[in-house]
């Protein structure tokens, strides 16, 4: 039997992950066919990844394409060559939408939302148009626990960003494969497969608590190595991974 390399491990191990939150989740079913949210960061790309290596299977029998979203007021410097190439080449149609937002119409909102809000509306006409069922964002398991902690201090709520979230407007799921996945796995994952850094230059990067709670989430397994399972765990016996 063949020794693996690290790096050989380390793909298997994410592999085997993304393959487990598929079927646990029951996150594609033949036939889905999947809008895959293209950012360009690590952990996009790593999604498109596998997915693309899933659709090759047929089992189930699958199709996805990649949308990218392009803000016109947000300094957000985007490689669509290398993207497009990326995605073709794995056998993944590549589309790209530029759209925008004015803070100015609505001082209520922050940036961040409005942002956020314009890119998710754009992946919902797209995916409709295209006739996809479904939506594939790229969080990861530190996404899911980050997210719930700000939920949990900031707004008194213990919810999270769901794995499988159907829409009740639309005939469209969203599905998170990679919830299963650890951020440092993926990084290193992504150095190792010589994935290209985007330029990330958004003005209002520091107005989130988001940096604040992976800080906070560190020290927290610095006394606890399993804290990250602990948080998942109680996430699915309150029913919070799935709507």
């Not at 148009?129 to 969080?139: R, S, V």
């Not at 499988?164 to 969203?174: D, E, F, G, W, Y």
């Not at 800080?215 to 996430?235: H, K, Q």
Request: glycine share 4%; aromatic share 8%.
């Amino acid at each position: 039997m063949p020794i693996l390399s690290t790096e050989q491990k380390l793909e298997k191990k994410i592999i085997s992950r993304f393959q487990k939150a598929i079927y646990d989740f029951s996150l594609i079913e033949d036939g889905d066919k999947v809008l895959l949210g293209l950012s360009g960061g690590k952990d996009s790309l790593c999604l498109l990844e596998m997915l693309a290596l899933r659709q090759k299977i047929k089992k189930p029998a699958f199709t996805v394409e990649a949308l990218h979203i392009r803000m016109d007021n947000v300094k957000y410097e985007s490689d669509v060559s290398y993207l497009r190439d990326f995605a073709e080449s794995r056998g993944v149609r590549f589309h790209v939408v530029t759209t925008g937002f004015n803070s100015e119409t609505d001082k209520r909102k922050s940036p961040c939302f409005l942002c956020s809000w314009n890119r998710r509306k754009q992946m919902f006409i797209k995916a409709q148009e295209l006739g996809c069922n479904k939506i594939a964002l790229g969080h990861h398991m530190d996404d899911i626990i980050h997210t719930t902690m700000m939920n949990l201090f900031f707004q008194g709520s213990f919810s999270t960003m769901p794995v499988s979230l159907k829409m009740k407007k639309m005939p469209l799921t969203i599905i998170r494969p990679l919830c299963l996945e650890a951020e440092s796995d993926l990084r290193q994952f992504a150095l190792n497969k010589g994935y290209k850094k985007q330029v990330k230059l958004c003005p209002y990067e520091t107005d989130s608590h988001r940096s604040d709670m992976k800080e906070f989430f560190a020290r927290i397994e610095a006394m606890n190595e399993e804290a990250r399972y602990s948080v998942m765990t109680a996430l699915g016996r309150e029913h919070k991974l799935i709507e």
